[in-house]
């Protein structure tokens, strides 16, 4: 359990959208407060989803070959092959320079993005415009929005969770025993290596406020860039991982 654990928790650390979108968080006004506020949330979501979990199981791992056990590994297994696939879809997008259409999650103005920082516009289902924003209309529509609400904060936080990593995350919770103490090291442990990024950021904020801001934007510019391949290489071996030892456990 512990290594699978560490596995998705350094996935999900990994993972360019919350960075991106933290970044942008950061860059606003009262930014600092912003950021902690989207790093509670970050963690409450975490949390939340491991409290439910045990309180489920009762703190006790199901019997081997029992019905609630197998129901966890094929789960587990959906996940990892799911995971895969969609690993597999951005590849094929990536490759045929198609946007995603979570690729623009991050250049969100929920959190109200400076000026001169405007995000993208997209052509959406509903019919938007396409072209870029200037400065001057994020600005406004940052200024619309009070340069973004700490609700919008923590909210964005929830957007950009990589859901599938988590949910990857609870189906090995269920393995857990709380009878030992070591379990709660290994939860704890997950939770600190998921949030690792982000805290980091935030302390970097925290102590030195103009230079990370700016260090942050340009890391934001370099993610937006690279954030497919990351994506692509994230899922595939995380997806991978997880349909081996859950096909293992299932056969074994």
Request: charged share 15%; hydrophobic share 55%.
């Amino acid at each position: 359990m512990v290594l699978d654990l560490m596995l998705i928790a350094l996935a999900i650390t990994l993972y360019p959208l919350p960075l991106m979108a933290f970044a942008l968080v950061v860059s606003t006004a009262r930014g600092v407060w912003k950021g902690l506020v989207f790093v509670l949330a970050w963690l409450a979501c975490l949390v939340v989803v491991i409290a439910v979990v045990l309180a489920v199981t009762d703190g006790q791992p199901p019997p081997p070959r029992s019905p609630p056990g197998v129901a966890g590994l094929a789960a587990k297994l959906a996940i990892g092959v799911g995971l895969v696939f969609y690993g597999l879809h951005r590849r094929r997008l990536m490759r045929a320079g198609a946007a995603p259409a979570d690729a623009t999650i991050a250049d969100a103005t929920t959190a109200g993005a400076p000026a001169g920082q405007g995000p993208e516009v997209r052509d959406d289902p509903s019919g938007g415009t396409t072209g870029e924003a200037t400065g001057q209309e994020a600005g406004e529509a940052a200024g619309d929005r009070g340069e973004g609400s700490f609700w919008a904060s923590a909210g964005l936080a929830v957007l950009v969770q990589p859901w599938g990593m988590v949910a990857a995350g609870a189906t090995t919770v269920l393995e857990a025993n709380t009878a030992r103490p070591a379990t709660f090291v290994a939860l704890f442990g997950f939770c600190l290596l998921a949030s690792a990024s982000l805290l980091a950021a935030e302390l970097y904020i925290v102590f030195a406020p103009e230079v990370a801001q700016a260090r942050l934007l340009r890391l934001r510019g370099w993610l937006k860039e690279h954030s497919q391949q990351a994506i692509v290489v994230l899922c595939l071996v995380l997806g991978l991982w997880l349909t081996a030892k859950s096909l293992y456990q299932l056969t074994g």
